[in-house]
């Protein structure tokens, strides 16, 4: 009995403890919810940012990164006349009672009672600063924290400093908080110089800014500043003839842009790249309001901005018949990689057309624009040389789980064995699918990485060799990044917006991975085919936007099923790249990269360049240039047709001078099969059978028959041979020949000239899946 006592005793001093303990925590846990709020404690810290472009020209001043546009002032720098609307309106008696107004409550308890409705609130401005500071659910338990909250602040605050964080935290409409921020919005004027009219409207937007939207619903708001100053004249501060007279009075508020000149997707990009710099003892930023300290100076140059935005919409309405509604553009200082222009829809402020939709930062399928690049790493690991010869013809690759790949070029058409130049020049695809097949795919994902292109972030596998196609997505910002580094070279160099002397940090640095710097050689020549009118001429003719009259590198891009256009291309001194598309992903009609943003690039290289033609660029260092017969890539013969310079590598001048005999090997016979004699000149080509070929023959099938077919010059009488036994043909071309087992070599004979290829033919063990023979192996 004495042990439960004691255990009893023992249990009640433990739960007095836990009591204790528990009352101490929730006192603590309470003490913030008791402490007076004092104005520090609520200073705004993230307030609106005026831009200017690099000459000082104002772009404009926007929201802030949290998507508020706000503006601190200080009361004193408040039209008085707009304090006295706004405390008509919403407090006539702020200055007489606390945080709560007994006197409203009662009044308004009466009315609602004799109405049986609400008829007015009792709302203070203590407390709407409350709600401001921290919304919360309109029942009984958000009215009690709202009221609480609204003591703590009028403990800790003087009435002036609640009126300046309540009027500088005023929903204006929109994304647009605060006096000053309105009044620079929709006036162009400080809030120290709004006259009764305009202040009396700006009082009336706050208690419903949707409902009483200035560019929506004008009427609304008009019925509205009636109010505010029927209740300025029940206060005091006005006569009713000054109230009827100012209702009357014609106010114009500025077009709906949001206190933006130009450039509008740039400074809402920008704002949300950076942090402000903080040095040290450094007075806050905007302090003080809308002046000079408040300035972030951008890289832009206003006067182009606007030229090049003109351009972008004009462009657009040319196209609007192949449907096309969207485009942007960018322009770099090749020198500085300053951004000078940046345009990233037709209209930023049509929102039913996706105007807001950044074509600078979207990412899209950028089509051939990554061919230079895998063609530059494939020369620099050796792989190719300026004077390699690549095929150009029906190419297949089996990838696992999945369908075939063949990749063609819009045309369908194939050129055959081409150089380097023409491949590129030309943005054959299968030419570029063969060179990143010799690069490899991790391998050039590695370098596109260096390059800038952080959104291709998924694996090589994903990816494949359509990745010098465009299969996966990058933006335009990205694409004008990695050009500029061919036009500087191969130096990758990041792309400044904001000039030295900025308050704002520029983050741009840090987007590139530092690399080892290049040799230069390899990247001039890929300038130098990229600014070669005559190589490019095969796909896109002599005289197409793409030549201008001075030295330019240029590149196309066509993303898949024509949903994007890109051209990005460089002089010594810009770069400049633009896409042509759609934002909701329609595909254009009958456009490609050439009609669709070559246009839009020409017309601003040309403006650019109005004044002064840029330089030549640079040869490449190191190579030297020779002679070559244009088709066979070979020194020329006298018989050659067509004969242009190109580059060597000093080493392989030797072979050069020794090599005279074009020879191609059997991977072209298909592709020669359809074409005429220009390749094959006077040699006979066997196309069919191949060399090595294996045939099964399957028994007790009705004749099977496989087809001798020959290609190149058949001018003179042509002879077949099988095993040192001639055939009868009535076709020089090709014949028929039944199937028999055996070790077979076939010859074509002319009288200059032949060619031969050896087979086999088995006997096939089971029965056919098909009827005829089939090829057992293919080297």
Known sequence: MKFIKRSLSKMQQTSKVMLAVLLICLVIRSIPYLVPIHAADIAQNQLAMQFSDRNGLLLGTILTRDQEHTSVVPLNQVSPQFIQALLSAEDGSFYDHGALDLKAIVRAIQQAI???????????????????????????????????????LAAGMSKDEILSAYINRLPMGGNIYGVEAAAQTYFSIPA??????????????????????????????????????????????????????????????????????????????????????????????????WG???????????????FVEAQVQQVISTLAANNVHDAAALVIDNHTGEVLAYVGSPDYFNQTKLGRNDGVQALRQPGSTLKPFVYELALEKGLIRPNTILADIPTHYA???????SPTDYTENFLGPVRVRIALANSLNVPAVRVLEKVGVPTFLQRLHQLGFTHLNQTPEYYGLGLTLGSGEVSLWELAQAYLTIARQGQPTPLITTLPHS?????????????????????????????DSHARATAFGVDSVLNLPFPV?????????????WTVGFTTDYTVATWVGNFNGEPMRQVSGVTGAAPLWNRIMLHLHEHEEPATFTPPVGLIQLPICAVTGLRPTPDCSSVVQEYFYPEDQTKYAQETQFTLPPEYNEWLAKQQSSFTGNDLR????????VFLLYPNEAAQKLEFKLTGNKSAPVEWWLNGEKLTTQSPSSLFWSLHPGNWTLEARSSETSDKVSFQVK????????????????R
Do not use: C
């Open 686 to 693: 066997i196309v069919s059978p191949h060399d090595g070929d």
């Open 399 to 405: 990838i696992p789980g999945a369908q075939l790949y």
């Open 763 to 778: 006997l096939a063990n089971t029965k056919p899946t098909r009827r005829g023979f089939s090829i057992a192996n293919k």
């Open 114 to 152: 004799h109405a049986k409705r609400i008829v007015s609130g009792a709302s203070t401005i203590t407390m709407q600063l409350a709600r401001m500071l921290e919304p919360v659910p309109r029942s009984l338990s958000g009215k009690i924290q709202e009221i609480w909250l609204a003591w703590r």
């Open 292 to 306: 000079d300290q408040s300035v972030i100076h951008t890289t832009i140059n206003r006067p182009l901005q606007q």
């Open 503 to 531: 308050r704002l940090v520029n983050l741009d640095s840090a987007r590139l991975p530092l690399v080892e710097p290049p040799s230069p050689t390899n990247w001039q020549l890929i300038t130098n085919i990229l600014s």
């Open 553 to 565: 590198a240029v590149k196309t891009g066509t993303s898949s099923n024509f949903r994007d256009t």
């Open 192 to 289: 120290s110089d709004l006259n009764l009219a305009q202040a009396s409207l700006l009082a009336a937007i706050p208690n419903n800014p949707t409902y009483f939207n200035p560019y929506e619903h004008w009427e609304r708001l008009k019925q509205r500043q009636k109010y505010v100053l029927n209740r300025m004249v029940q206060e005091g501060y006005i006569s009713a003839a000054i109230a009827q007279r100012t209702s009357t009075e014609k106010v114009v508020f500025q077009s709906n842009q949001r206190g933006i000149i130009a450039a509008p997707h740039f400074l809402f990009w920008l704002a949300n790249q950076a942090p402000l710099k903080k040095e040290k003892n450094q007075a806050p930023l905007f302090k003080g309001g």
